[in-house]
C-alpha cells in the first residue's frame, strides 16, 4: 500500500529461522529470519519469496525511530456472523398470538446495492394468528419470510432462516413445507448472516448488516409491537475468518511488484505468485511493526512505513519472543497484543 508520506511492506511468514540458520533461494517460501547490523542499531528481516530466486530483505529498521508495534491474533480479527432471536413480547397478551390479528416481521438489509443507510433492502415476512399457539405463528412467519427472501432478483442469499430449540437446526427455505416442521416446537424464529459471494482482486468479501423488526398489534386498546428481538451474536459459533481479507492485502500489496495493472495484459503479464491460503479455517495473524525513517543533512524528511508479517501465531510468537527478549532489550518498545494473543 503505498499513500502520499507511507508505504507498507507485507510478508507471509509460513516458518521462522533460528537466528544461526542460513537462509537461501534453497528454503521453503515463506520462510523467514530476523537479523540485526553489525552495530545493533537496526533489524531487519530475511524472507523466501513463492518463486526460486524469491530471496529479499526488509527495509532496515532503526531501533530508535520505532512508533509503534503490535501483534493481533487471528481469532481477534474473525467475523461473528451476525444473529438474532425473535419472539413474541411477554407484555403483549401475556406472549400468546391475538387470534385474527397481522403479525409482520420488517428484515431491513442495509448497504444493500451502495455503501450508507441510503441504500436498504426491506424483506418481511407476515401471517395471520390463527391460534393462540406461538408455535403456529413462528412457524407461519418464517416460512412467509422465506418466500420473500426466495425472489428470482435476488443475487445472494442473504440470512439463514431456522427456528428456535430446533435441535437439527434445519433451514426454512421457499421450498419447506408446514408438514417439514411437524416434529418442531419453535420458541422463536432465528436469523443468521450468511457468507457472501467474493472473487480475489474483484468482489471484496462483504458482510451483512441488517435489522429486525416486528410490527405492531392491537391489544388492551392500543398498538403494541408484538415481538422482542435479541441480538446473540456474542456467542454464535459461526464465523468468518479474515483469510479472504488477508488474501486481498496480500494481492493488493505485491501488484506494485510486479502485476501493476491486474493481469490487464494477460497473457503477457507479469504473474504474481501469492502464498496467501483464502481457505484457511483458523485465519492469519498479524504483527505490525510502525516505523519512520528520516534522512541526514538536508534530506530531513520524515516517511512512516510498516512492516507487516502475516502466518499462524505459533510462528509470528517466535518473532515476538525475539524482539522482546533480545532485538530490542534495553529500548523501552513496548509490543501490544491483543485479547488472545
Given at each position: 500500500?503505498?499513500?502520499e ?6 510478508y507471509?511468514?509460513?516458518?521462522v529461522l533460528?537466528?544461526g ?10 520462510a ?12 531487519f528481516?530475511q524472507?523466501?519469496?513463492a ?14 525511530r ?7 491474533a487471528?481469532d ?7 444473529k438474532?432471536?425473535?419472539?413474541l ?5 401475556g406472549?400468546?398470538?391475538i387470534v ?11 448497504g444493500y446495492i ?8 426491506v ?9 393462540a399457539?406461538?408455535d403456529?405463528l413462528?412457524k407461519a ?12 432478483i435476488e443475487p ?9 430449540d430446533d ?11 408446514l408438514?417439514?416442521l ?18 480475489l482482486?474483484?468482489?471484496?468479501q ?12 392491537y391489544?388492551n ?7 422482542e428481538v435479541?441480538?446473540v ?12 481479507k488477508?488474501?486481498?492485502m496480500?494481492y493488493?500489496f505485491?501488484?506494485?511488484r ?7 495484459w ?9 502464498m ?10 498479524m504483527?505490525d511493526?510502525h516505523?519512520?525513517y ?11 512505513k510498516?512492516i ?22 534495553g ?9 488472545n494473543w
Amino acid at each position: 500500500m503505498f499513500t502520499e508520506n507511507q508505504s507498507r511492506q507485507l510478508y507471509v511468514v509460513n516458518s521462522v529461522l533460528a537466528a544461526g540458520t542460513d537462509i537461501d533461494n534453497q528454503s521453503a517460501a515463506g520462510a523467514t529470519k530476523l537479523g540485526e547490523t553489525a552495530d545493533k542499531q537496526e533489524f531487519f528481516f530475511q524472507h523466501k519469496g513463492a518463486t526460486e530466486d524469491g530471496l529479499q530483505r526488509s527495509d532496515l529498521i532503526n531501533k530508535c525511530r520505532i512508533m509503534d508495534i503490535r501483534a493481533t491474533a487471528a481469532d481477534d480479527m474473525k467475523h461473528l456472523m451476525k444473529k438474532v432471536e425473535i419472539a413474541l413480547d411477554a407484555n403483549v397478551n401475556g406472549g400468546l398470538p391475538i387470534v385474527g390479528q397481522d403479525y409482520v416481521l420488517n428484515v431491513n438489509i442495509c448497504g444493500y446495492i451502495a455503501n450508507g443507510n441510503d441504500s436498504i433492502k426491506v424483506k418481511f415476512g407476515a401471517a395471520k394468528a390463527f391460534t393462540a399457539v406461538a408455535d403456529d405463528l413462528y412457524k407461519a412467519i418464517a416460512l412467509n419470510l422465506a418466500k420473500n427472501f426466495s425472489s428470482k432478483i435476488e443475487p445472494v442469499k442473504m440470512v439463514k432462516i431456522t427456528l428456535k430449540d430446533d435441535a437439527n437446526n434445519t433451514e426454512i427455505t421457499s421450498k419447506t413445507k408446514l408438514s417439514d416442521l411437524s416434529g418442531i416446537t419453535s420458541t422463536g424464529i432465528i436469523l443468521e448472516e450468511v457468507e457472501q459471494p467474493w472473487r480475489l482482486g474483484v468482489a471484496k468479501q462483504e458482510f451483512v448488516d441488517f435489522t429486525v423488526q416486528p410490527s405492531t398489534v392491537y391489544c388492551n386498546g392500543m398498538d403494541m409491537v408484538w415481538g422482542e428481538v435479541t441480538d446473540v451474536t456474542a456467542s454464535n459459533t459461526n464465523f468468518l475468518p479474515n483469510s479472504k481479507k488477508v488474501a486481498e492485502m496480500e494481492y493488493q500489496f505485491h501488484k506494485n511488484r510486479g502485476d501493476v495493472y491486474g493481469r490487464q495484459w494477460y497473457p503477457t503479464d507479469i504473474e504474481t505468485i501469492l502464498m496467501i491460503n483464502p481457505s484457511l479455517a483458523a485465519g492469519y495473524s498479524m504483527v505490525d511493526i510502525h516505523y519512520f525513517y528520516e534522512g541526514n543533512s538536508h534530506n530531513v524528511g520524515h516517511s512512516e512505513k510498516t512492516i507487516t508479517l502475516v502466518g499462524e501465531k505459533t510462528e509470528l510468537d517466535k518473532i515476538i519472543s525475539d524482539l522482546e527478549s533480545t532485538v530490542l532489550s534495553g529500548y523501552n518498545v513496548p509490543i501490544r497484543k491483543s485479547a488472545n494473543w
